[in-house]
């Protein structure tokens, strides 16, 4: 069944929440988010900024200890202009070369999107991007998740096993997400649109704007730790903390359970196959916590 949803009311945590809606296990909802500053598809201040999220959904049968499969079926702009920061995170930045960076008086930088064409290009280019012209859409979302476990409501700011605040540029249209469900129903959360982001999201955005939404929810009978995900070319295992080694490790950690549970892959040859096939991106490094996704090509695993 397909449900068309009006989003009238929006979260900054990821949590126990009162659903908006509640589904079936193989139910679309279709639906929009604002951007991270809480403006809608004219423009319009509708909530606080911070990432607000539209929902919770709530899944019939999606009990603690299973997974919540969520497929981002459409992941589109929703209007024609987009905003970005303008100052890399200090961070990022090795400490010593921050004051030679100095101070960025442009607080933000705002796109115009061509919404048929697919593109964006600047209004007003910092010195020496003037020739940058137009530039391809890649959107995708920025924060999404489950509600965690006791109760607990996380901020839109950080992630962990729940989801959240990931930034990562693979969560685009077409894929598919799991995520560890902590609550009865799952109370799925969605938003923070980007029309494009580099990896990292090193200046504390992509390019933010509203978006319209469709995703596909299924109750999946297994536990997992960590989010995981599917692109069609790559299986994914995500690890959302902070310091960056933590979430290597549970990435890492994540990828090797999926192919011995899934596969049937016993651990030495995990070890012989991910010593040389293994990729890492990196997702947001800027918030709280960062993300680390651990992948292999799906090819190459299922000749096996």
Same mark, same amino acid.
């Given at each position: 069944?397909?449900?068309?949803f009006e989003?009238?009311?929006f979260?900054? /945590? ?19 988010? $604002? ?13 606080d ?25 459409? $992941?589109?702009?929703?209007r024609?202009? %987009? ?14 070369f921050?004051?030679?960076?100095? /101070? ?23 010195a ?16 999404? %998740? ?12 950080? /992630? ?15 894929v598919?997400?799991f ?17 494009l ?23 999946v009978?297994?536990r ?7 692109? /069609? ?18 990435a ?6 999926l ?14 196959l ?8 990196? %997702? ?6 960062y993300?680390? $996704? ?10 096996l």
């Amino acid at each position: 069944m397909i449900h068309d949803f009006e989003p009238t009311t929006f979260h900054l /945590s990821i949590g126990s929440h009162e659903p908006v809606l509640r589904v079936a296990s193989g139910d679309t909802i279709r639906t929009w988010c $604002v951007d991270s500053g809480g403006f809608g598809p004219e423009g319009e201040d509708l909530t606080d900024g911070g990432n607000p999220m539209t929902g919770p959904f709530y899944v019939e049968d999606a009990k603690s200890g299973d997974t919540l499969a969520v497929r981002l079926d459409r $992941v589109r702009p929703n209007r024609s202009r %987009g905003v970005s920061g303008a100052r890399i995170a200090p961070n990022v930045l090795d400490p010593m070369f921050i004051p030679e960076y100095g /101070s960025v008086d442009q607080r933000e930088v705002w796109w115009t999107l061509d919404l048929d064409r697919r593109s964006a290009k600047l209004e007003d280019p910092p010195a020496g991007l003037a020739s940058l012209g137009e530039v391809k859409l890649d959107p995708m979302v920025g924060c999404f %998740g489950v509600a965690p476990d006791r109760g607990q409501a996380i901020s839109t700011a950080t /992630s962990g096993p729940h989801g959240g605040n990931m930034d990562y540029r693979g969560f685009r249209e077409g894929v598919t997400v799991f995520f560890p469900v902590a609550a009865e129903g799952a109370l799925f959360h969605i938003g923070d649109g980007h029309a494009l982001q580099g990896d990292g999201e090193i200046v504390g955005t992509g390019i933010e704007v509203s978006m319209d939404v469709e995703v596909t929810l299924e109750v999946v009978k297994k536990r997992i730790r960590w989010p995981r995900a599917d692109d /069609s070319t790559f299986v994914m295992a995500v690890g959302n903390a902070r310091p960056l080694d933590q979430a290597v490790q549970h990435a890492t950690t994540e990828l090797v359970t999926l192919l011995h549970e899934d596969y049937g892959l016993d651990f030495p040859a995990v070890s012989t196959l991910l010593g040389q096939f293994i990729r890492y991106d990196v %997702g947001n490094v800027f918030d709280p916590a960062y993300t680390m $996704v651990a992948k292999v090509e799906k090819a190459l695993v299922e000749r096996l």
